[in-house]
């Protein structure tokens, strides 16, 4: 997985603690990719949405959906698609539709 960057997570002129939680952040980043991944491998070809890793995971939608966006640019997933191309959506727990993930062909 692409290493996450601190520098980018803190200004210059932060104190100390800031910087530091910057750091921190990249380890739990790490973790909460693998756990997202983790449930998209588990629901095969069915797929799974922030909800559902939300549920599995312990995790809050958002910070899943965070980690949805890396790896969707890290290349490790993909959106489910229909035959012709067309997303597939979900209702999720917040009653809304949702994007549907499976891994990335390799």
Same mark, same amino acid.
């Given at each position: 997985?692409?290493?996450f960057n601190? &520098?980018? &997570?803190h200004r210059s002129d932060d104190?100390?603690?800031s910087v530091a939680a910057a750091h921190a952040a990249g380890?739990? +980043?790490r973790s909460h990719k +693998?756990?997202?991944l983790e449930v998209i491998r588990s629901a095969g070809s069915y797929g799974a949405g922030q909800s559902d890793i939300a549920e599995v995971t312990g #995790?809050?939608?958002h910070q899943a959906n965070k980690? #949805?966006?890396?790896? &969707?640019? *890290?290349?490790?997933i993909a959106l489910r698609l229909t035959f012709n191309?067309? *997303?597939i959506r979900r209702k999720g727990s917040a009653n809304r539709q949702e994007r549907i993930w499976v891994l990335a062909d390799e």
């Open positions: 997985m692409t290493d601190p &520098h980018t &997570h104190p100390d603690t380890d739990l +980043a +693998a756990l997202c #995790l809050h939608r980690r #949805l966006a890396d790896l &969707h640019t *890290e290349g490790k191309g067309v *997303e």
